[in-house]
């Protein structure tokens, strides 16, 4: 079945450490993307890459980093700098004239 | 400076009824429009889209207008059903320079269907 693989579900983070978000999709999409989800502010772009070894910024980037080395994955870390990283991640492949696929999301706990 | 505004953060609807979300957005260069529908603790799931070209589109049970006019989007559901109760996204897409496109999202609206 293609689609897209988020992992792990549940995630808690202690201060100061730095945490990584996996993405794998097989739907063969070029493009990738990180939301976060916070409530009551919907989803907000973190990064997005549209082809390999090629990244851009999206509205809230600050305190993530991202690699894209494979199509098929597009991890995302939370670093330190994160100062509020406590949230619903999402990750999502697509195409433009067809939406998004999403993932099942990653919730990330700050201990 | 939200570019995609859904302003009623809920919406509480009988089963049978007509339930109608809706959306605003403030960027003419917006190209295609979106709505997902969200259960908790899950990805949003593709619902239906809009070209800009367009004026409506129809799916089964749900259709979605766009008023280009007045940058307006509604999506109806008709007849609601208690399965629909989730959290409805509008999504609205630019591609920028490079090809490069990306979903700009509202806030949401949670929609519950009653008996």
């Known amino acids: 079945d293609g689609g897209i693989t988020q992992s792990p579900k549940y995630l808690f983070r202690k201060e100061g450490q730095n945490v990584t978000l996996s993405c794998e999709q097989n739907l063969n999409h070029d493009a990738m993307y990180w939301y976060r989800q916070d409530p009551g502010q919907g989803l907000r772009l973190i990064y997005y890459s549209q082809i390999v070894n090629d990244f851009q910024k999206g509205d809230i980037a600050e305190g993530y980093s991202v690699s894209r080395e494979k199509k098929e994955s597009f991890p995302l870390t939370v670093t330190s700098a994160q100062k509020n990283p406590t949230a619903f991640y999402l990750c999502a492949s697509g195409d433009y004239n067809y939406g998004y696929t999403f993932g099942s999301g990653t919730r990330l706990t700050v201990v | 400076d939200q570019q995609v505004k859904q302003n009623s953060p809920s919406l509480s609807v009988q089963e049978g009824r007509i339930s109608i979300l809706n959306c605003d957005y403030t960027n003419s260069m917006f190209d295609y429009f979106l709505w997902y529908k969200k259960y908790p603790a899950e990805g949003p799931t593709f619902l239906i889209s809009?070209?800009?070209?367009?004026d409506k589109n129809e799916d089964g049970r749900f259709t979605v207008f766009l008023n280009k006019s007045a940058k307006h989007l509604s999506l109806h559901i008709v007849p609601s059903q208690p399965g629909d109760s989730a959290v409805y996204f509008c999504a609205a897409s630019q591609i920028f320079s490079g090809g490069y496109n990306k979903l700009i999202f509202g806030a949401g609206t949670r929609l519950a269907v009653h008996p």
């Open positions: 809009i070209s800009s070209i367009k």
